[in-house]
């Protein structure tokens, strides 16, 4: 497996395609439950104050918008917008109307593609290396 350093807390951890380490990852879970619960409590605060209340970064929710993860209660002061379109939308990237379009698409690409073969790295290169020491004195 690659090291690869967390793009949170910028430790070095084992890559498995998560950009977060697992302490990262853990904590992201719990804020997640953090945020829903006060967007629950607070439908109509907006992105601002559920930043500061919890404490984490507006793009953190953005990401939980769009990944269609977190859904906003209907009145909610914070709006998404439909990337195409731009109807307003709880959730996600797309209005119900441009995912339905998109859907269609999708599905007569699936018929003329075949699904993408899994990437294999070609050869590790053994100079190109880092070799990582800690010294103690
Ligand atoms: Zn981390
Ligand atoms: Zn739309």
Redesign the pocket.
């Known amino acids: 497996m690659e090291a690869r350093q967390c793009r949170r807390c910028k430790k070095l951890f084992q890559f498995a395609g998560n950009p977060l380490c697992h302490s990262c990852v853990k904590e992201m879970d719990k804020k997640f439950n953090e945020v829903r619960d006060y967007l629950y409590d607070n439908p109509d605060s907006g992105i601002e104050e559920v930043c500061e209340a919890v404490g984490v970064e507006t793009a953190d929710i953005h990401r939980w918008l769009t990944e269609g993860r977190l859904i906003l209660a209907h009145g909610s002061s914070i709006v998404m917008h439909?990337?195409?379109?731009?109807?307003p939308?709880q959730t996600g990237k797309?209005?119900d109307?441009?995912?339905g379009k998109l859907h269609n698409k999708l599905q007569e690409a699936a018929d003329i593609l075949k699904p993408p073969e899994p990437k294999k790295p070609l050869s590790i290169k053994e100079e190109g290396r880092m070799h990582l020491e800690i010294r103690k004195k």
Do not use: D, P, S
């Open positions: 439909c990337e195409k379109c731009g109807a939308i797309l209005c109307q441009c995912l």
